[in-house]
């Protein structure tokens, strides 16, 4: 049975003092949860080294939000992969579309930065995704096969088989973002696929987000090519959090496979 792969990033939200309490009480309601569920969770940097103590030895992966495609220099308020692996970080999030629009990353960037991350055993997820703009002139196909060939260029398969991606329609994220159609997710998932297949000739796994909620992640996780889900606002509060968490070990138990 393959992992789902469940988790959040915080963006710029939660302080450190926050962060251990949400992460305390996420751990308590995480206790009986299925291992086929991988947790994981993106907080500031000024978090990371004291919330990653406290997940060594759970079941919890913790990931950063970005990092420098070079592994030292004069790169003023920039932080390295050398210090994301110092404390042991699991995964590092490159290329989310808030990155891309107000930091001006493009898919060249996240090649170095991807490519470093795996040196140093650090699991990227790779963010892509089209804007509306893309959408309506249906170039969403054309868009996401750049991203991807770009992004993920010149890596040998055994190490792309470390990468996770994640499709995040630009169009559906945050709190101005227009919940996907479920089959619109699926279709798009499958062709992602079907382009990493052709790309590389591997499936890496595949995660879904933008305004992923309560409401709606049963249909988007109804999908074999869903591989997880990447929440934001829906899992910042634990009330919703906990009732998606619950509902897919639900799901899961009625899965024999
Ligand atoms: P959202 O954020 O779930 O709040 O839309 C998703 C994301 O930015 O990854």
């Known amino acids: 049975m393959k992992k789902l792969w469940v988790g959040t990033n915080w963006k710029m939200t939660k302080t450190t003092e926050e962060g251990i309490q949400y992460f305390n009480e996420l751990n308590e309601l995480t206790k009986k949860i299925d291992d086929r569920i991988q947790l994981f969770f993106i907080p500031s940097f000024t978090s990371l080294y004291p919330i990653e103590k406290l997940t060594r030895n759970t079941r919890f992966n913790i990931g950063a939000q970005n990092m420098h495609w070079e592994?030292?220099?004069?790169?003023?308020?920039?932080?390295?992969?050398?210090?994301?692996?110092?404390?042991?970080?699991?995964?590092?999030?490159?290329?989310?579309s808030e990155r891309r629009q107000y930091f001006n990353e493009n898919d060249e960037q996240l090649n170095l930065k991807v490519k470093l991350a795996l040196k140093h055993g650090i699991k990227p997820l790779l963010c892509i995704g089209e804007n509306i703009i893309q959408k309506n002139n249906n170039e969403t196909e054309l868009v996401l096969r750049r991203q991807l060939s770009i992004a993920l260029?010149?890596?040998p398969k055994e190490q792309l088989?470390?990468?996770?991606?994640?499709?995040?329609?630009?169009?559906a994220i945050g709190e101005e973002g227009i919940e996907a159609a479920p089959h619109y997710v699926h279709e798009?998932?499958?062709?992602?696929?079907?382009?990493m297949q052709q790309q590389f000739g591997i499936e890496m796994p595949l995660l879904f987000g933008g305004s992923v909620n309560v409401g709606n992640f049963k249909e988007y996780l109804n999908c074999h090519a869903?591989?997880?889900?990447?929440?934001?606002?829906?899992a910042w509060d634990l009330r919703s959090f906990a009732i998606i968490l619950n509902d897919i070990q639900e799901m899961l138990s009625n899965d024999k496979n």
């Open 71 to 96: 592994e030292r220099g004069a790169f003023t308020g920039e932080v390295s992969v050398l210090h994301l692996k110092e404390i042991q970080v699991d995964l590092v999030e490159l290329g989310h």
């Open 153 to 155: 260029q010149d890596i």
């Open 161 to 171: 088989q470390h990468v996770l991606v994640a499709y995040e329609p630009i169009w």
């Open 188 to 195: 798009t998932h499958k062709l992602i696929k079907l382009i």
């Open 226 to 234: 869903v591989d997880g889900l990447f929440i934001g606002r829906a």
